[in-house]
T-cell receptor
């Protein structure tokens, strides 16, 4: 069964350092989402891509966060510099427009701890 | 007021019980309604989705949507210890982003 891949699974970094997360969506899925999930809360959208284009990054803290999906396949989310409040689970999800777009498939997430 | 509200729990039930999980929402324009299950330290997995109002059944799971009350429910029959997880409701406008509730932690005790 096809899955969304994410790496690394866990990342510990010091405040003010740069950190990057990688996501490979299910093959053929044009829509890719990055979410942040703080413990005890639901996922909150950071950025949504349709192919290589950003369709919504209104909740992305652009002074420190950046995301790209250069060839419309895999994607990278970067934080520079990391802050203590960035400690959270970073989830990637993908969906297929052809399937109506209502089904999102999530990856296992990257758990970030900023010290 | 948040767009989607859920009782965070934790909810503890004995094995075999019927579980009722609920969400309320404020945006009457939501059209698609989903339930996800999330095990500890894992990504959410889709359990059920419904479009507009009505019921949908899949095995031990039943999803209900009442758009007039802006209320959705997930029922789990014959609950099992393996059902212990956090259950997230999510909603979506046509072509728009998903909005998630904070999740309800469920514990099914053997």
């Amino acid at each position: 069964e096809a899955e969304v891949a994410q790496s690394p699974r866990y990342k510990i970094t010091e405040k003010s350092q740069a950190v990057a997360f990688w996501c490979d969506p299910i093959s053929g899925h044009a829509t890719l989402y990055w979410y942040r999930q703080i413990l005890g809360q639901g996922p909150e959208l950071l950025v949504q891509f349709q192919d290589e284009s950003v369709v919504d990054d209104s909740q992305l803290p652009k002074d420190r966060f950046s995301a790209e999906r250069l060839k419309g396949v895999d994607s990278t989310l970067k934080i520079q510099p990391a802050e203590l409040g960035d400690s959270a689970m970073y989830l990637c999800a993908s969906s297929s427009f052809l399937a109506g777009g209502y089904e999102q498939y999530f990856g296992p997430g990257t758990r970030l701890t900023v010290t | 007021q948040k767009e989607v509200e859920q009782d965070p729990g934790p909810l503890s039930v004995p094995e075999g019980a019927i579980v009722s999980l609920n969400c309320t929402y404020s945006n009457s324009a939501f059209q698609y309604f989903m339930w996800y299950r999330q095990y500890s330290r894992k990504g959410p997995e889709l359990l059920m989705y419904t479009y507009s109002s009505g019921n949908k059944e899949d095995g031990r799971f039943t999803a209900q949507v009442d758009k007039s009350s802006k209320y959705i429910s997930l029922f789990i029959r014959d609950s099992q210890p393996s059902d212990s997880a956090t259950y997230l409701c999510a909603m979506r406008l046509g072509g728009q982003n998903f909005v998630f509730g904070p999740g309800t932690r469920l514990s099914v005790l053997p």
